[in-house]
T-cell receptor
Framework: EAQVTQNPRYLITVTGKKLTVTCSQN?????MSWYRQDPGLGLRQIYY???????DKGDVPEGYKVSRKEKRNFPLILESPSPNQTSLYFC????????????FGSGTRLTVV | DQQVKQNSPSLSVQEGRISILNCDYT??????FLWYKKYPAEGPTFLIS?????DKNEDGRFTVFLNKSAKHLSLHIVPSQPGDSAVYFC?????????????FGQGTRLTINP
């Protein structure tokens, strides 16, 4: 089944403790992206990657890092999480930069206390 | 600066009637628009899209209308069914900037009452 898999689905952590949210897709998609969803703000792009070793900032990149060492994986790294990063996170992929149709993962609900 | 706005956080419609979800945008460079549907505990799924060269696109019970002069688009669901209860996101992009830049609205929670 074609899908984007995120882990973990739920995570509660403390301020300053480094964490990684993993994302993997099995569709051989070139383009991957991370979004966060907050009430009243919709989905905002954090980082995106157009292909292996090619990443760039989205609209809200502060406090996040990403890497794209393999085509299928695009982990989101929070080096020093803060409470304002409490949010619902979605990883998404699509065939290439020109395609419009994203496939989204099921989401990771992160709480930073 | 919210370039894509969905001004109704929620909408309640009777089963069998028409649901109309609205979306406004400010960036005149947007030339492609999409609607995504999201159920609780799931990621958004693509529903329907429209290019700026069209003013209407239909797919079964779902129709999207685009009014470029008003910078407004709407999603019509006819007839509404209980399974349509979800959060709907409007999104927009432009080919010059690259399709990677999808800008989403805040979402509208649609509830279909039996």
């Amino acid at each position: 089944e074609a899908q984007v898999t995120q882990n973990p689905r739920y995570l509660i952590t403390v301020t300053g403790k480094k964490l990684t949210v993993t994302c993997s897709q099995n569709m051989n998609h070139e383009y991957m992206s991370w979004y966060r969803q907050d009430p009243g703000l919709g989905l905002r792009q954090i980082y995106y990657s157009m292909n292996v070793e090619v990443t760039d900032k989205g609209d809200v990149p502060e406090g996040y890092k990403v890497s794209r060492k393999e085509k299928r994986n695009f982990p989101l790294i929070l080096e020093s999480p803060s409470p304002n990063q409490t949010s619902l996170y979605f990883c998404a992929s699509k065939m290439n930069w020109a395609a419009y149709g994203y496939t989204f993962g099921s989401g990771t609900r992160l709480t930073v206390v | 600066d919210q370039q894509v706005k969905q001004n109704s956080p929620s909408l309640s419609v009777q089963e069998g009637r028409i649901s109309i979800l609205n979306c406004d945008y400010t960036n005149s460079m947007f030339d492609y628009f999409l609607w995504y549907k999201k159920y609780p505990a799931e990621g958004p799924t693509f529903l329907i899209s429209i290019s700026s060269i069209k003013d209407k696109n239909e797919d079964g019970r779902f129709t999207v209308f685009l009014n470029k002069s008003a910078k407004h688009l709407s999603l019509h669901i006819v007839p509404s069914q209980p399974g349509d209860s979800a959060v709907y996101f409007c999104a927009a992009s432009n080919r010059i900037q690259g399709a990677q830049k999808l800008v989403f609205g805040q979402g509208t929670r649609l509830t279909i009452n039996p």
